[in-house]
């Protein structure tokens, strides 16, 4: 039973970190780029409202940080630093020119904050096709156009066809959904199955302490500080058998242990003998009674005929 627990809680424990594994690998961060200039968030500041601008791809690491982002299955688009913080568009309408700036990321902010993006790389609004993101000269909003300024270049597989009118979730994202679902059911699963492990220790580590359980036979091994009592030899069942508990003789009651007591001299009882004491007990008795009533004591050879007589009768 304890070894049972134990592969079902280290199951439940791997299935969950595997699962864990492969969602921490599927979220990944990668660059918006146009030749080599990428979005970058300006001087790093993490604010409402702070500009996204075009500045040269990798660098040191600081300044790469600011280039990486998170393409999430909700279609924002998340600093990679700090996945609270969305790619937006600053104003909740659209307009050319509009700014595109750093913003907390909003439910209540979908048309400014949802994108697509599709295999000819353009960087659109998800609930609007028709306003795409442009590089020419700073990063802003403008009608799509198919220019050079609107290419990007950003790793996500699989991209939304070109066309395609987005806002909804891919496969891919619901699959990460389910991986997440998973992976919190596995770990979830492994730690009430440790904890159930334990508490069955505990509690049958309790009972033999108390008497409860079966009582420790001596050779007996302990495993995880239970004992572990070991199947009896061959040699100790025939001991039992012909040696049983004391007090209870093999298929025998007081009755033979009385026929079976040794006479006087040491040795056991033979018919015979019990025969003698009985016949001469008979004497002994017919002595007396005749010598109350006056009459002759009979012999032994007269007793013995007299009862084996009654006992033919």
């Given at each position: 039973m304890?070894?049972v627990?134990a592969?079902?809680?280290?199951?439940?424990?791997?299935l969950?970190?595997a699962?864990a594994?492969?969602?921490t690998?599927?979220?990944?961060?990668?660059e918006i780029?146009a030749?080599?200039?990428c979005?970058?968030?300006?001087?790093g500041?993490?604010k409402?409202?702070?500009?996204?601008t075009?500045?040269n791809?990798?660098?040191?690491?600081?300044?790469?940080t600011r280039?990486?982002?998170?393409?999430?299955?909700d279609?924002t688009?998340?600093?990679?630093v700090?996945?609270?913080?969305?790619?937006?568009n600053?104003?909740?309408?659209r307009?050319?020119?509009?700014a595109?700036v750093?913003?907390l990321c909003?439910?209540?902010m979908k048309?400014?904050?949802?994108?697509?993006?599709?295999?000819?790389?353009?960087v659109?609004?998800?609930?609007?096709?028709?306003?795409?993101?442009?590089?020419?000269?700073r990063?802003d909003l403008m009608p799509?156009?198919?220019?050079?300024?609107q290419k990007?270049?950003?790793?996500?597989?699989?991209?939304?066809?070109?066309?395609?009118?987005?806002?909804?979730?891919s496969g891919?994202d619901?699959n990460?959904?389910?991986?997440?679902?998973?992976?919190?059911?596995?770990?979830?699963?492994?730690?009430v199955?440790?904890?159930?492990?334990?508490?069955?220790?505990?509690l049958?580590?309790?009972?033999?302490e108390a008497?409860?359980?079966?009582?420790v036979?001596?050779?007996?091994?302990?495993v995880?500080?239970?004992?572990?009592?070991?199947?009896p030899?061959?040699a100790?069942?025939?001991?039992?058998?012909?040696?049983?508990?004391?007090?209870h003789?093999p298929?025998?009651?007081?009755?033979?242990d009385?026929?079976a007591?040794p006479?006087?001299g040491?040795a056991?009882?033979?018919?015979?003998?019990?025969?003698?004491?009985?016949?001469g007990?008979?004497?002994?008795?017919?002595?007396e009674?005749a010598g109350n009533n006056?009459a002759a004591?009979?012999?032994a050879?007269?007793?013995r005929?007299?009862m084996?007589?009654?006992?033919?009768g």
């Amino acid at each position: 039973m304890t070894r049972v627990l134990a592969i079902i809680a280290t199951s439940w424990l791997w299935l969950g970190v595997a699962f864990a594994q492969q969602v921490t690998n599927s979220v990944s961060t990668t660059e918006i780029r146009a030749e080599n200039i990428c979005v970058t968030n300006f001087n790093g500041a993490l604010k409402n409202g702070n500009q996204l601008t075009l500045w040269n791809c990798g660098g040191p690491e600081v300044v790469r940080t600011r280039q990486l982002w998170q393409l999430a299955s909700d279609h924002t688009i998340r600093l990679g630093v700090d996945t609270r913080y969305c790619l937006t568009n600053s104003i909740d309408s659209r307009e050319e020119g509009n700014a595109i700036v750093l913003w907390l990321c909003d439910g209540s902010m979908k048309s400014s904050q949802t994108w697509d993006i599709t295999t000819l790389g353009k960087v659109q609004l998800a609930q609007h096709h028709d306003w795409c993101l442009d590089g020419n000269p700073r990063l802003d909003l403008m009608p799509c156009s198919g220019s050079r300024q609107q290419k990007w270049k950003v790793d996500t597989s699989p991209p939304v066809p070109d066309g395609d009118s987005g806002g909804g979730s891919s496969g891919e994202d619901n699959n990460l959904e389910l991986q997440v679902l998973f992976s919190l059911l596995g770990i979830a699963g492994g730690i009430v199955s440790i904890i159930l492990y334990c508490r069955f220790l505990t509690l049958r580590k309790k009972a033999l302490e108390a008497g409860v359980g079966p009582a420790v036979e001596e050779g007996a091994e302990a495993v995880l500080g239970v004992p572990f009592f070991p199947a009896p030899s061959v040699a100790t069942i025939a001991s039992r058998q012909h040696d049983p508990e004391p007090g209870h003789p093999p298929g025998g009651s007081a009755q033979l242990d009385e026929e079976a007591a040794p006479g006087e001299g040491g040795a056991a009882a033979t018919p015979d003998a019990r025969a003698g004491a009985a016949s001469g007990a008979a004497a002994e008795a017919a002595h007396e009674s005749a010598g109350n009533n006056g009459a002759a004591p009979a012999s032994a050879d007269e007793v013995r005929v007299e009862m084996r007589g009654s006992q033919r009768g």
